[in-house]
């Protein structure tokens, strides 16, 4: 059942991506079904069922998901939303931790269950 939802996830976040990079949407547009549809190549490694390091493919959307949000405003609703809905799907403090250095996006605040978005979110130069 789980193996059928991974990959359901996987087409409709290859769908979602093609979308959202042929749009070229604005940064204020991005949601949080967004944001978690862009995130599902790395939902194994993030539960802690993948390997010990982000994949490829895991590293690229996060990438596309940092490029989209370019604003204060955007980075804090998605800061506030995968703050949210991590502990609902299962999502391993950890893993989330190692993401970022490993796919070398700079997120400039400590990446926490318990971040205060609204303190810590800013936009690199």
């Known amino acids: 059942m789980e193996g059928k939802k991974a990959q359901y996830g996987l087409r409709v976040i290859s769908v979602a991506l093609a979308l959202l990079l042929a749009c ?12 978690v549809s862009a995130l599902i190549p790395c939902g194994s490694y993030l539960i802690g069922q993948g390997g010990a390091d982000p994949s490829p493919r895991c590293c690229d959307s996060a990438r596309v998901l ?12 998605l800061c506030e939303c995968l703050k949210q809905t991590g502990p609902s799907f ?7 931790r190692h993401l ?15 971040v205060d978005c609204t303190r810590y979110v800013m936009l690199q130069p």
Do not use: H, W, Y
Not at 67 to 77: E, F, G, L, N
Not at 90 to 96: D, L, N
């Open 90 to 96: 299962g999502v391993k403090p950890e893993r989330v």
């Open 66 to 77: 940092d490029r989209m949000a370019r604003t204060v405003a955007s980075r804090r609703q």
């Open 100 to 114: 970022p250095p490993f796919c070398k996006i700079d997120l400039s605040m400590p990446v926490s269950p318990d």
């Open 24 to 35: 070229n949407t604005e940064a204020e547009a991005i949601t949080c079904n967004d944001a």
